[in-house]
């Protein structure tokens, strides 16, 4: 079975840019989480998505959006982009909502550079 | 709180036992968790525990757990050179986990 699957590997863009990264949970699971990891750092808690609606955000500025489509597959949006939302941001995905003694598992990650 | 701190480094010779240690702040019955990531790779989950459990074993892992002193450890016996990675302790608050900065583990023969 596949894992968490995210597009594209790596991305180069330049400041002002917008960029969408998507994300594929492991199937049968319905909750799709975004995190952002910064290097040399633990990763930072971004959204999280059940269900198709946002049931928690972390402490990032607006120009950071996200969706779930009905396949529960997500796309995180970051516009205007900065050199300091170069990072390695990560997908995960949850049976359910994350609650209780669900597991929480990672894709590889996009690794975005702002230039 | 969602402060978890980490020692940064460790070495370890090849075929020793390492152990990776943790501090949490979050009062609350809560669930903590042990990723590994290795270079250019996403988080592989290796094992959690409980908050009202004291240890779990899973083959050459085991986590002990210290609540009066939220003190969180993972000891990985006879460590082999595929052990080396960074390894990131969290804890979960709600439906997010919280990590800490992560424990780069280096393997030497």
């Known amino acids: ?115 | 709180g969602e402060d978890v701190e980490q020692s940064l480094f460790l070495s370890v010779r090849e075929g020793d036992s390492s152990v990776i240690n943790c501090t949490y702040t979050d009062s609350s019955s809560t669930y903590l968790y042990w990723y590994k990531q290795e270079p250019g790779a996403g988080l592989q989950l290796l094992t959690y525990i409980f908050s009202n459990m004291d240890m779990k074993q899973d083959q050459r892992l085991t986590v002990l757990l210290n609540k009066k002193d939220k003190h969180l450890s993972l000891r990985i016996a006879d460590t082999q050179t595929g052990d080396s990675a960074i390894y990131f302790c969290a804890e979960r608050n709600d439906y997010k986990l919280s990590f800490g900065a992560g424990t780069t583990v280096t393997v030497r023969a």
């Not at chain 1, 909750?31 to 040399?40: A, D, N, P, R």
């Not at chain 1, 796309?75 to 205007?80: D, K, R, S, T």
């Open chain 1, 1 to 115: 079975d596949a894992g968490v699957t995210q597009s594209p590997t790596h991305l180069i863009k330049t400041r002002g840019q917008h960029v969408t990264l998507r994300c594929s949970p492991i199937s049968g699971h319905k909750s799709v989480s975004w995190y952002q990891q910064v290097l040399g750092q633990g990763p930072q808690f971004i959204f999280q998505y059940y269900e198709k609606e946002e049931r928690g955000r972390g402490n990032f500025p607006d120009r950071f959006s996200a969706r779930q489509f009905p396949n529960y597959s997500s796309e995180l949006n970051v516009n205007a982009l900065l050199l300091g939302d170069s990072a390695l941001y990560l997908c995960a995905s949850s049976l359910e909502s994350f609650v209780d003694n669900e597991k929480l598992f990672f894709g590889s990650g996009t690794q975005l550079s702002v230039l």
